[in-house]
Structures are given as structure tokens and as C-alpha cells.
């Protein structure tokens, strides 16, 4: 039973290294903590639940998954999050990932001015839109419906 509890361990502590950056002390302690939760539930003894440290709690800036000069094309945007490909990704990583634009930016310290939210197709098509209706001219008021 506790070769399986090492593979399950090993597993998991892969598949989190893959997406964070560990320092290699963080990931021994990674290991001692998933291998003794692990053990602790094969036995139906209820791990208790250990405060995070202060530093442990401030979030570590991930390594994206994505080379950064493919994540915004023209007609998609990569969520370095989940891999997904969208025309936006404001609403996207508000629902399923819980996270504002600015907590998105700073986990992966992103610029927004470099990395924006929306593909470059949909965001000239909200601009032709835009200037078609007339907005963003100076002194452009609206015609009264009579």
C-alpha cells in the first residue's frame, strides 16, 4: 500500500511542479506534506489542517505554460490558467477561475498593455463599431428620436 501512496504522491507533486515554480526546498516540503496527507486518509485519520506560513501565503508568480509571444493572436487569446483559447478572457477568468484582471496579470507578471484580455480581431471590431455609431468624436451628440 505504500508504493501506491508514493505513486499518488509523485503524481500529484508533478502535476503541481509542472504549473508552479518550486524552489527545491519548497518542493521536498511539497512532497512530505501530500505523502503524509495521503497516508494520513488511506488510515481514515483526519489530517489536521496546518496555517500556511505568512510567506507561503503571498503568491508565487507562475511560470506560464505558453511561450508569452503566443498568447495573444489574432483571433484568440490564451488563458495561462486552464490552456483555453477565447476571443475574451475578462468574464472567463472571473467565473471559472475567481480571479480579477489584475490578480491574473500579477500571478504571471503580465503587462496589460502587452498582454491584453481580448484577441486582436474582436478588439478591431469593437473599435469600427464604435466609430460607426460616432463615439469618441468631439462634439458628438445624439440626434432626439422624434
Do not use: W
Not at 493572436?73 to 475578462?90: I, Q, S
Request: net charge positive; proline share 5%.
Amino acid at each position: 500500500m505504500a508504493t501506491e501512496v508514493l505513486k499518488l504522491t509523485a503524481q500529484i507533486v508533478i502535476s503541481h511542479a509542472s504549473m508552479t515554480e518550486l524552489t527545491p526546498k519548497e518542493l521536498v516540503e511539497e512532497i512530505k506534506e501530500v505523502f503524509n496527507l495521503l497516508t494520513s486518509l488511506e488510515e481514515g485519520v483526519v489530517a489536521p489542517v496546518v496555517a500556511a506560513p505568512e510567506k507561503a501565503k503571498e503568491e508565487v508568480v507562475r511560470k506560464p505554460s505558453v511561450p508569452l509571444d503566443e498568447i495573444v493572436k489574432d483571433k484568440y487569446v490564451v488563458c495561462l490558467e486552464c490552456g483555453k483559447k477565447m476571443r475574451t478572457l475578462k468574464a472567463h477568468l472571473r467565473k471559472a477561475h475567481h480571479l480579477a484582471p489584475a490578480d491574473y496579470f500579477k500571478r504571471y507578471s503580465l503587462d496589460p498593455k502587452k498582454y491584453p484580455l481580448v484577441c486582436k480581431e474582436y478588439s478591431e471590431q469593437r473599435r469600427k463599431l464604435a466609430k460607426e455609431k460616432g463615439l469618441g468624436e468631439r462634439g458628438f451628440r445624439r440626434k432626439a428620436t422624434t
